[in-house]
């Protein structure tokens, strides 16, 4: 009896200890925490239940297992969604994915103006979405000045937007020059991280700046590279933002993307059950998504 007393005082004790040393760490964390589980993980749930219901707001809801899921693979749209979400994804990483790396590396080699180049690199993640969807509708209309200076060279009237092989393009290409400043941001917080020494003893021993480049900064950055392929494999699979301001998910459907359909089947066609289902399909590859991440990433640390 006493042996046991004994062991409930020191566990006591243990979490008195605990709770005095992580105690106000808890207390900071605890408002995210209430964050994540009203505004993320209750919709989560909620959109798994609803997934398999009839959702009527008026008349309610009604069980209707896996006919939503049927609907979904039966549908005509869910193939073409999809191969224009993986054609999204593979022209954001062709286009995309390197500016940002190209631009922070550059940046980082200049002598002067360093503070002013980052400004201008994130200037564009400052500026209002709406209004720089209405700078790319204007630059992209028949007679605006993408035309324009392509005509200074004598080509073709190029129609951006409604034609079905460079809508999607057109997109892409607005979206990178809107986004790359944050990845620039990143890459760049990496290339401070590298040791100046390896710098100075390269350029004592001559090397020039595409040598720097290529044995000190790149093998530098190299995880950063894995990651924000990552992230990007992820944030372009939801894309839909700039497919609904620029071309409505046309022409004839050719920036259809998976989430734009989600959108459409939830609030233009009112229905829930579809749209949640989808999204349930669209969480299972994005959770399948982040453990990749993070099997990677812990591989990379580890090299």
């Known amino acids: 009896m006493q042996f046991k007393d004994q062991t409930i005082q020191q566990t006591a004790q243990s979490w008195r200890r605990k709770l005095k040393d992580y105690g106000w760490g808890l207390a900071f964390i605890l408002p995210a925490i209430a964050v994540f589980c009203v505004f993320l993980w ?55 994915f390197w500016v ?78 809107q986004s790359f400043g944050t990845a620039a941001l990143i890459y760049l917080a990496g290339i401070v991280s590298i040791p100046k020494d390896l710098y100075e003893a390269a350029e004592m021993d001559g090397a020039g700046v595409l040598q720097r480049i290529r044995y000190i900064t790149i093998p530098g950055i190299r995880h950063l590279y894995i990651l924000l392929f990552i992230l990007q494999l992820i944030g372009t699979s939801q894309g839909f933002l700039t497919h609904m301001a620029l071309t409505g998910g046309g022409p004839n459907n050719a920036t259809l993307t998976y989430m734009y359909q989600i959108i459409n089947e939830a609030f233009t066609n009112l229905n829930y059950g579809r749209a949640s289902a989808m999204g349930v399909l669209m969480f299972i590859v994005l959770a399948s998504l982040s453990i990749i991440m993070y099997s990677i990433q812990g591989r990379s640390r580890q090299a």
């Open 42 to 96: 209750t919709p989560i749930v909620k959109g798994i239940f609803y997934s398999f219901m009839n959702v009527d707001f008026v008349k309610g809801n009604s069980f209707v297992g896996f006919d939503n899921y049927r609907d979904i693979f039966a549908s005509s749209m869910l193939a073409k969604s999809v191969l224009n979400t993986l054609y999204y994804m593979l022209l954001c990483i062709l286009i995309g």
């Open 100 to 177: 940002p790396s190209i631009v922070s590396i550059a940046v980082s080699e200049l002598r002067w103006f360093k503070g002013a180049m980052r400004l201008i690199v994130y200037l564009p993640n400052i500026v209002p979405a709406v209004v720089l969807y209405g700078m790319w509708q204007w630059l992209y209309d028949p007679l605006g000045p993408a035309n324009q200076i392509i005509s200074w060279f004598g080509s073709q009237q190029i129609l951006w937007l409604t034609d079905k092989s460079m809508a999607m393009i057109s997109i892409v290409i607005a979206e990178t020059w």
